[in-house]
Structures are given as C-alpha cells and as structure tokens.
C-alpha cells in the first residue's frame, strides 16, 4: 500500500562529511528498491519507535533544517553514483530514484542519508582505510548492520566478516543480516524458492513483467510516479482516455505492455486522502498509431475530468500482455476494452 504519511517528518539527506549529522548508527549498502532484505538490514540500526506523546526527533515543521542534535542518529550509507555507473560510464536508473528512496527511508523511520560520493579516491580505499576514515572519523560511527553478502573496498575486498573484525578494533559492534528470500514471507510451503532479494533480481522480474514477484520482494507495489502532461489526444477518439505520464529519466520502467494498476491522484485539492483509483496502464511506443517516442499513459476507471499537471502516482499490480500493432483503431478498442475487463476482475480481486 502507497504509504503517504508526511506529518512533517523528514530525512537529513547529507552529500558530504560536513553535512553528516555525528553520531550515527549506520546500515551500509545501495538499498536501490529499498527491499524486504533492506528493510531487514535497517532494522537494527533504528531509534526505538516515539512515544505516543512525543514524536521522534525528527519530526519537526521544517525539514530543510537539522533536526536536534541527540543521541545517536539511524543512517542509512549509500553511494554516489551507483558504483556501477561510476566503473562503466553507463548512466543507470533506479528503482528507487533519490526522492522515492527517502519517502521509503522516512517511513522505516531512518533520520539520515548520507550520499557517499562514488569516486577514485573512495574506491581505492582498502577495507581498512575505509573502516578508519569514513566510518570511524567522518561518521562517528557507534552501531554498523549490513547483509550477509556485502563487500566492500578496494576490489571488494573486505566481507561482511572482514567489516566485522576490523570495527570490533574500534568497539563497533556489526550485526550481520542473514540474505532473505521472498519465500521467508509465505506460510505456503508449496512456493518454489526464489534466489535471495536483491535489486537485481527485482529489475529482473520486472523486466519479464512479473510483477507479483518483484512486489513480493519489495513489500509493497512497484510503483511510477508522474506527472500527467498531454498526449495526442487520440485516447478520448476510442472512448479510453488516458493520462500521459511524464516519468522522471532515471526511473526504471518495466516490461513495455499493458498492466493492471491501482492509481492515486497525490495533489488533488478537494480530496483529504488521496483516492484509490482502478485502471489499466500501457507501457511502449503505440505502433498501432505509428508511435515513435516511449510513453506511459493510464486510462482510469469510472473517472472523468482534468489531469493535466497533476501527479500520479500507479501501483503495477499484474502485467496483462505485451504491446501489439492492430490493423485498426477499432480492433484496439475491442482489445482494450478486453484488457479493462480482465483488470476489474484482477484488481476487484475475482481472479
Ligand atoms: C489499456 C491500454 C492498452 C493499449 N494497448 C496498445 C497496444 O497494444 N498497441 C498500441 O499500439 N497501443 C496501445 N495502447 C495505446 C493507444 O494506442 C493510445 O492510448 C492511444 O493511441 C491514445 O494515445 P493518446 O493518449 O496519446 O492520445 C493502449 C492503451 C491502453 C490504455
Ligand atoms: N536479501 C537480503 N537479505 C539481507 N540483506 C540484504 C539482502 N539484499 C541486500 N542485503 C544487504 O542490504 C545492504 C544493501 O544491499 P545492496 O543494495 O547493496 O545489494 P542488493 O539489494 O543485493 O543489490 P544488487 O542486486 O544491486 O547487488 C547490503 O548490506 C546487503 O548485503
């Protein structure tokens, strides 16, 4: 479920070491999805939960300023560019891009970013170094978690073990996070098991269009968020009007195709809460109008009236089947409304 709850708490997102609000318990790796395996690993570095008449410190009116400094601060430590962008030069989108990572992050109840910059400085460093200058002095580091397969430094070198030896040489105690597979999750013991969560595996999936098991790992629904900007009007000609979404560039797009999708309207004046809307989504180039950019456009269900600069946000909960080029308007009319038909029955929860 899209978890929309902001009550003016935020994420101290530091991008260099004199932003890092000092001391901190940190959770190390790229977190890209912000999985069920990631979320298992953020666990042990977090503050107990607020009570119920004082919030957590990091709630305040204004997000923009540090919040007080006490105690010790839950940091997640990712880096900057994605490593595998900094050794190929390839830019990569992200399945989490940086605002979605820290709505995730926010709502585990982490205070802090920090956005380590991915450079040759920081990939030559050895394990040790790594341990003694970002660790110890430039994070004050009191409390590490990370996953049973995490390497790091120079060559990725040092384990998970390796972390552990050399932290236990600063009194830092490192807990290390068995690797959860999305089968942990199932009472069913008839499930095939899948390899364990990773964001690999999750592009994966949503690259064959399995959405079922990319939410699995997640914990929640894939989910695009956009703004709607005009199409080519054509839509509303076959009676399906669609609002076209404009996606940010570095976001991951699944499968191109048609899916079953839940939607919200995030900055709908007149509704409290954002309304639940069904849908049906289409991914690709339109051939059957001879479409030549990439678009991603969602017709909604019972629903009529203006869209245009809203922002969208649309849970993929089922692909439905690939793209195709019609010989006619028409018989994509007939298929769409075939393709509305089977998505009431999945999103109503008939089949
Ligand atoms: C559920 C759905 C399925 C679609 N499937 C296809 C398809 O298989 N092939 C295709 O060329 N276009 C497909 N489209 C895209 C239509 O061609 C597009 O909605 C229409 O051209 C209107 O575009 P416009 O919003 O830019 O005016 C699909 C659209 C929707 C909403
Ligand atoms: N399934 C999992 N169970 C437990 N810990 C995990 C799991 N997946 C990742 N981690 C840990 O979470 C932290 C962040 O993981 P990271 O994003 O670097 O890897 P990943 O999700 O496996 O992605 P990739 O597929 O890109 O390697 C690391 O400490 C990693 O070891």
Known sequence: MLNLSQN????????????VLRPTNVALGKFDGVHLGHQRVIQPILQPAANKDGDSRICQD???????????YSTVVTFRPHPQEFFTGTPRTWLTPLDEKVQQLRSLRVEQLVLLPFDKELSALSPEEFVDKILVQQLQCQRISVGQDFCFGKQRQGTAKDLQLLAAQHNIPVTIVPLQTHTDNLSDSGFVSLPPISTSLIRQCLESGDIKNANLCLGRPYTLFGTVVQGQQLGRTIGFPTANLQIPSDKFLPRHGVYAVKVYILNDTAATTPQLILGVMNIGNRPTVNGTNSSVEVHLFDWSGDLYGKQLAVELIEFLRPEQKFASLEALKTQIQQDCTIAQKILSGEC
């Open 8 to 19: 003016g708490c935020s994420v101290w997102v530091a991008a260099s070491a004199t932003e």
């Open 62 to 72: 204004d997000p923009n300023q540090p919040p007080t400094p006490e105690l010790i």
